[in-house]
């Protein structure tokens, strides 16, 4: 046994067994190749804080954002595939493909490659498909991670750069589907093109110039499907993937976030380690989410653009519609009023630039100002590593539940013309109906979201001073009846209480006992005084958890409860165990 296991070392360590080892050759060669890699590029500075111990809370609501992850990594799969057999050139051709109906049709070198990858390429159409559906799935996976982070209050400090760079990711896929949709150059996609054509030239003095830069020339010219595809496989991908590593750095460097509950505190995460636990639950996800993309691309149809045929000028396709995640400007688009200023021999078309031009940059910056404006009006400066109940957070909710109404109600106004159609209505009266209901819709949904907030606030409350309802109804002496309440658990307590109280913001006086004005002048005053308004409306019918005290009482009442309920079981005619009857 001993030679055996002398045998086996003398493999790994050269010794005699009285002089010490020495490394091999090839130990030193690779300790070498490390330390000038060490040297010039830092990795073990660079790496000291990424360990591969690191902690991950679990929770099924942060799989939104994996969703987001791996739906992009299948997007970079799929495309890198699609860009070896795409042709984006506009040269005219005569298409001879094996796909019949449009065999000896004049069309661009772009819509016959694209034909040619779903019919003649082996995989390709199940590609394509992939491929967009995975760009449908990307874009709603963020927009609904973001919901998440927002109303569970993840965007506080330290992650408001986070929170800006999730926005610019949004607005990055957007553009990313609009670029990519177009590219098969099929009439569908060219009618969307036009239309993006006539947006820019609705921007004043500069409209045409943009136009002409884009398009080479004159719409539709020959150079806006190549451009459009260097933009869609080099500049934005590139912005995407660098957006994509900062933001998962930082999510590393901050920490995860994680749900109150015993033992989790702002210092410290619980959950699984990063290896192998979690890395072995987000490969596996990585796998269902390419199985269900896979699943869609192979089972339903999505963008035939052999139907729609090639793009002609001339010509638009008979209920066109873009892809889901761009039809809210364009139900704007559809239902604002014919509003025009006519200025030296000028017409500023503001039924095109406020739902086109304006909106969707003024939501955009609504987003991003968010966080800072709740902490300039709560004047909470602390990290925050806790997630909160969006329960807790009624304002916050609400205006949440305000911008999803506005978003839904102008989605919906983009199928204005499907909606009459299919249930037999008129355009017209659809139209008037959503010009009101994208203004009074919003006020609607924050008053009812709030006001809902609140009242899961009274009934966590209740829970916590009373119990919870046991179904036990009990009759007193005097032929009343009651329904017994038992205290909740302490697990169930902890979170419930895991949360501050909030405190209503009051201005200081513009000026002092002795007549000295506050610093900042007017302009403080007024910013005082319209954050103590925001701050009133915020938290002033919130339902603060109960004190200590409160919490004291409201146990000692319920061991008393206990006991009489218990007594009362005992003594009571459907008590269990032998009595005297039987």
């Known amino acids: 046994m001993s030679a055996d296991n002398g045998r086996k070392t003398s493999k790994v360590a050269s010794t005699n067994g009285t002089e010490p080892a020495t490394p ?11 330390n000038w890699a060490d040297d010039r590029l830092g990795l073990a500075k660079a790496t000291k804080g990424m360990s591969l111990r690191k902690v991950f809370p679990d929770h099924w609501s942060f799989m939104l954002g994996e969703i987001a992850l791996w739906s992009f990594v299948v997007l970079l799969l799929t495309g890198v595939f699609l860009t070896l057999f795409f042709d984006p050139s506009m040269t005219e051709v005569r ?6 109906p449009l065999r000896g049709v004049e069309m661009s070198r772009a819509f016959a490659s694209a034909l040619e990858i779903s019919f003649d390429v082996r995989g390709g159409l199940l590609m394509r498909q992939m491929h967009h559906w995975a760009a449908m799935i990307f874009i709603g996976a963020m ?3 973001l919901m998440r982070v927002f109303l569970t209050g993840a965007f506080r400090k330290p992650r408001e750069v986070n929170w800006i760079i999730g926005c610019l990711l949004l607005l990055l896929g957007t553009l990313e589907g609009f670029t990519g949709y177009s590219l098969p150059d099929d009439l569908l996609s060219g009618t969307g093109v036009r239309a993006a054509d006539g ?5 004043p003095v500069v409209g045409t110039y943009m136009s002409f830069f884009l398009f080479g020339g004159e719409f539709p010219g020959d150079q806006i499907i190549p451009r459009l595809y260097s933009i869609h496989i080099l500049l934005v991908p590139g912005l995407l993937l660098a957006l994509i590593t900062a933001h998962l ?3 590393v460097y901050h920490k995860h976030t994680q749900w109150p509950g015993p033992g989790k505190t702002e210092a410290n995460v619980v959950g699984p380690p990063l290896m192998p636990i979690y890395m072995a639950k987000a490969g596996g996800f990585f796998f269902i989410v390419f199985g269900i993309v896979a699943m869609l691309g192979g089972l339903f149809t999505l963008n035939p653009v052999w139907k729609f045929g090639p793009y002609d000028p001339s010509k638009v396709t008979a209920g066109s519609q873009p892809d889901w995640y761009m039809g809210w400007p364009d139900g ?7 509003w025009e200023t006519h200025l030296w021999g000028h017409t500023v078309s503001w039924n095109i630039m406020i739902p086109i031009l304006i909106m969707p940059p003024l939501m955009l910056m609504v987003l991003i100002a968010l966080p800072f404006v709740e902490a300039w009006v709560t004047g909470d400066k602390r990290e925050h590593h806790l997630l909160q109940r969006p329960r807790n957070a009624p304002t916050r909710t609400a205006v949440m539940a305000a911008l999803v109404t506005f978003y839904g109600l102008s989605w919906a106004a983009g199928g204005n013309d499907i909606i009459a159609i299919k249930m037999h209505l008129s355009i017209n009266e659809i139209t008037y109906f959503m010009r009101a209901a994208v203004i009074l819709g919003p006020i609607i949904a924050f008053i009812i979201a709030r006001r809902w907030c609140i009242s899961l606030q009274r009934h966590d409350e209740g829970k ?11 009759r007193s002496p005097d032929g009343g009846y009651a329904e017994k309440h038992l205290p909740i658990s302490e697990t169930a307590a902890y979170v419930l209480t895991a949360r501050d109280r909030e405190e209503v913001y009051s201005p200081d006086a513009a000026s002092d006992d002795a007549g ?3 610093p900042g002048g007017r302009v403080a005053e007024v910013a005082a005084k319209m954050r103590g308004r925001l701050s009133t409306l915020m938290f002033a019918d919130n339902v603060q958890k109960p004190t200590a005290e409160e919490m004291h009482e409201s146990q000692h009442h319920a061991e008393h409860e206990l006991h009489e309920l218990e007594h009362q079981i005992a003594a009571g005619p459907n008590k269990h165990g032998p009595t005297s009857d039987h």
């Open 24 to 34: 091999s050759r090839s130990t030193k060669a690779a300790g070498a190749v490390a």
């Open 143 to 145: 927009m609904i991670h």
């Open 332 to 338: 704007l688009l559809r239902i604002i009023p014919a």
């Open 464 to 474: 916590l001073l009373h119990g919870y309802e046991t179904g036990v109804i009990v």
């Open 199 to 203: 947006f820019m030239k609705a921007s």
């Open 95 to 100: 298409y001879e493909g094996s796909y019949d």
């Open 249 to 251: 750095i930082l999510v």
């Open 516 to 518: 000295v004005a506050a």
